[in-house]
């Protein structure tokens, strides 16, 4: 069975820091990512990375403050967040897809990129 269960979500004060984790079943999945959506606003892609971790790829609105990476080992991928602002408040979801080993930028993070999908944990940062 195929799963993507994210975990590590969580209500912290603006500066600070989560990590989450997204662990992946039922396949060895080539492309992984993680999006975000605020309520109101549409699902963005905020990180992804390639199959062998070569290759990641940020959001303007993340880059220095956030970093995807993954244990292909443990069939598991992370994103590390710091200096959290009000603004990251959101659900955070899982994303993967197999056999596509590296995409572009703009496609790596695209929604339409992905075909496997969490069921989301959410990220909460108060001012």
């Known amino acids: 069975q195929v799963q993507l269960v994210e975990s590590g979500g969580g209500s912290v004060q603006s500066g600070g820091s989560l990590r989450l984790s997204c662990a992946a079943s039922g396949y060895y999945f080539a492309s992984m990512a993680w999006f975000r959506q605020a309520p109101g606003k549409e699902r963005e892609g905020v990180a992804a990375i390639s199959s062998g971790g070569a290759d990641t790829y940020y959001a303007d609105s993340v880059k220095g403050r956030f970093t995807i990476s993954r244990d292909n080992a443990k069939n598991t991928l992370y994103l590390q967040m710091n200096s959290l602002k009000p603004e990251d408040t959101a659900m955070y979801y899982c994303?993967?897809?197999?056999?596509?080993?590296?995409?572009?930028?703009?496609?790596?993070?695209?929604?339409?990129?992905?075909?496997?999908w969490g069921q989301g944990t959410q990220v909460t940062v108060s001012s």
């Open positions: 994303a993967a897809v197999r056999f596509r080993y590296s995409m572009p930028s703009a496609q790596a993070l695209g929604a339409a990129s992905y075909n496997y």
